[in-house]
């Protein structure tokens, strides 16, 4: 009779337990991002035995971009008026996703995951043009600040193990997305400021507005203008193909 009541006594610790082990919420980090200044939290609930849906929510504050990024950009824009020494962006995106796991566990082992991506960038791009200005070595500018926007979809492929009774990790093997972008700048600041009545002054600005404008930026398309004749206000629109990777992630997360 004893040993019945302490079987008894013991059966919600186990219960308890078992809620631990196999809750079906999780909430997660990605490591990896973190480390780059990308923050990001995912909420995963389980659905059915191998189906869950997760959400993520990604920040970056805006900043100036790494050495490595620098060079890849300078690379791939081939562009002598883009001063990427002051160029800043930061980001923001919300990633629903379902996922499919093919082993026995309840949001455990491998899994594929089709998705849906919502991405904003908030952007600073200094553009500089052919006008020097009087008492200066180095050639006038104009500040275009603004946002780009994209939606794309896509599929990942993982693995998420337990790795304790509350911790889980979870492995981006590879994914990638694809959508449409769109976005406006606009200039906030001209160094210094255009005198429309100056000739060298607003055509080497022209010059630089026909070149965004007949320059091949591949799918991207970019449409300049500069209004005319007072020069105070310049934007620049773009339109596109949008696409990412996913890659090698590691997040760390908390299951309840």
């Known amino acids: ?20 082990l196999g809750g079906k919420n999780i909430i997660k980090t990605n ?14 609930r389980a ?33 002598k008026n883009l001063r990427l020494s002051d160029f800043q962006m930061g980001n923001f995106a919300i990633t629903p996703e379902l996922r499919l796991y093919l082993s026995a566990g309840k949001m455990k082992g491998f899994y594929i995951a089709p998705y849906l991506r919502y991405a904003s960038f908030d952007m600073q791009v200094p553009i500089t043009y052919d006008y020097i200005p009087p008492g200066s070595t180095e050639k006038a500018s104009a500040l275009f600040n603004g946002t780009i926007t994209s939606f794309s979809g896509g599929l990942l492929l993982g693995t998420q193990f337990q790795i304790a009774k509350k911790l889980v990790l979870d492995l981006w093997i590879i994914g990638g997305h694809y959508g449409t972008s769109n976005g406006t700048m606009t200039v906030s600041n001209f160094s210094p400021a255009i005198d429309k009545n100056n000739s060298s002054q607003t055509a080497g600005f022209d010059k630089v507005i026909n070149e965004i404008n007949n320059k091949d930026y591949g799918p991207f398309k970019f449409k300049a203008e500069v209004n005319k004749p007072e020069y105070t206000v310049a934007t620049i629109t773009t339109t596109g193909a949008w696409a990412g990777v996913r890659a090698a992630g590691l997040s760390l997360g908390l299951r309840f």
């Open 47 to 79: 659905l059915a035995k191998k189906f869950s849906l997760s959400v993520g929510f990604r920040y970056m504050p805006k900043s100036t971009l790494p050495t490595f990024l620098k060079d890849k950009i300078e690379s791939l824009a081939d562009d």
């Open 1 to 20: 009779m004893k040993k019945l009541i302490i079987i008894l006594a013991f059966v919600p610790f186990f219960s308890n337990a078992q809620k631990l």
């Open 31 to 44: 490591i990896t991002g973190n480390l780059v200044g990308n923050y990001n939290i995912t909420y995963e």
